[in-house]
């Protein structure tokens, strides 16, 4: 297929504040051996996205220097070696960059096919988000059905997630939020409890229900230490983000007599290796939780693609509740 030469992006002129990503003209990508062209109609906005035009989360080498982590569209052009996808499939990808942009490209194996049903739009919004989620939570830690599990967050794009699929697997599950109003949200989505930060002591109230045999947290900061509190013995706590601060005094004395595991993992830099096995795991357990209703994307807005400084603004405010989306096609 002849592609255009150029297409419409969103780029970081400079670090600093949602003004700072402007509209531009640049090469469509090209597929490199594995690759394929994603003609996107939607993206996804994340809050690694914002910590990349921050100046905080620079791309991996090689990766577009433009933002944006996942989208869903057509496959427009497939590079050598390629064998999954044919043109004309739709796809929903992981992305390692590019995502605010007419056009994306990604190895093969980071793509996914649109669940049954769903609409590209919706669409857009998993791959970061299940990708993140089901590597930390079930991957390294080790969620199984019948334990505890407490998210912070709950209902960002990353804790609406987890509390779902959390709930598919069969744990109990329970939440964090800033708000009463968002803590009916996480109930309704399947938190057995949820509990507002500002308001309660949500440590003391996880080990009064047992203690929490995962913890998913993206908080960080002082959150450490009341994270290893509410732990229960044998208990994980799982690092995705530091929010207030990757620094934190902490007692590796009870780490041991309560054989405690402190772990995480950032899923930008990892191998296209490793992300094609989490996007097998994906497809495996997670799309069948979409197929029988145990697992929906809850949505927050949508805006233009010359509107991801708004996006931007709303994703960094307390308000949101779910995933916020860029319209790429008219």
Same mark, same amino acid.
């Given at each position: ?7 419409? +992006? ?32 939607? *993206?996804?906005?994340?809050?690694? =996205? ?41 796809? @929903? ?8 942009? !007419? ?24 791959? &970061? ?15 199984? *059905? ?24 069969? %744990?109990?599950?329970? %939440?964090?939020?800033?708000? =009463? !109003?968002?803590?009916?949200? @996480?109930?309704?989505?399947? +938190? &057995? &409890? ?35 509190? *509410? ?21 590796? $004395? ?26 097998? !795991? ?11 209703? $145990? ?33 790429? &096609?008219?």
């Amino acid at each position: 297929m002849t592609l255009s030469h150029s297409m419409l +992006a969103m780029e970081i002129v400079a670090p600093g504040g949602p003004d700072v990503l402007k509209p531009c003209s640049v090469p469509v990508p090209v597929a490199s051996h594995g690759q394929i062209v994603i003609r996107l109609a939607w *993206a996804g906005v994340n809050r690694p =996205d914002a910590l990349q035009r921050a100046g905080a989360y620079a791309p991996p080498p090689g990766a577009s220097a433009l933002p944006g982590l996942e989208g869903a569209g057509t496959v427009v052009d497939l590079g050598p070696g390629v064998t999954r996808w044919e043109i004309g499939d739709k796809v @929903c990808a992981l992305l390692p960059g590019g995502g605010y942009a !007419e056009y994306a490209v990604c190895h093969e194996s980071h793509a996914l096919p649109v669940p049954e049903g769903m609409g590209l739009r919706e669409a857009a919004c998993l791959p &970061e988000t299940c990708f993140t989620v089901w590597s930390n939570v079930v991957m390294r830690g080790q969620l199984k *059905a019948g334990q505890r599990f407490l998210v912070h967050g709950g209902t960002s794009g990353i804790g609406t997630t987890a509390i779902q699929i959390a709930k598919a697997l069969g %744990a109990r599950v329970f %939440a964090t939020a800033g708000s =009463d !109003e968002k803590c009916k949200v @996480c109930t309704d989505l399947g +938190a &057995e &409890e949820a509990w507002n930060y500002r308001t309660r002591d949500w440590s003391h109230l996880m080990r009064k229900a047992g203690g929490a045999d995962v913890i998913l947290d993206m908080v960080g900061g002082g959150y450490i230490e009341r994270n290893i509190k *509410a732990l229960a013995d044998d208990g994980r706590l799982v690092q995705i983000a530091f929010l207030q601060g990757a620094r934190a005094e902490v007692n590796f $004395a009870e780490v041991m007599m309560r054989r405690l595991t402190i772990t995480g993992s950032t899923l930008r830099p990892q191998s296209d290796l490793m992300k094609a096995r989490i996007a097998r !795991e994906v497809e495996t357990h997670v799309w069948p939780m979409i197929a029988r209703g $145990a697992f929906k994307v809850v949505m927050d807005s949508e805006y233009r693609l010359d509107q991801a400084p708004t996006a931007h603004w709303r994703i960094e405010t307390p308000g949101h509740v779910g995933k916020i989306v860029l319209k790429i &096609e008219d």
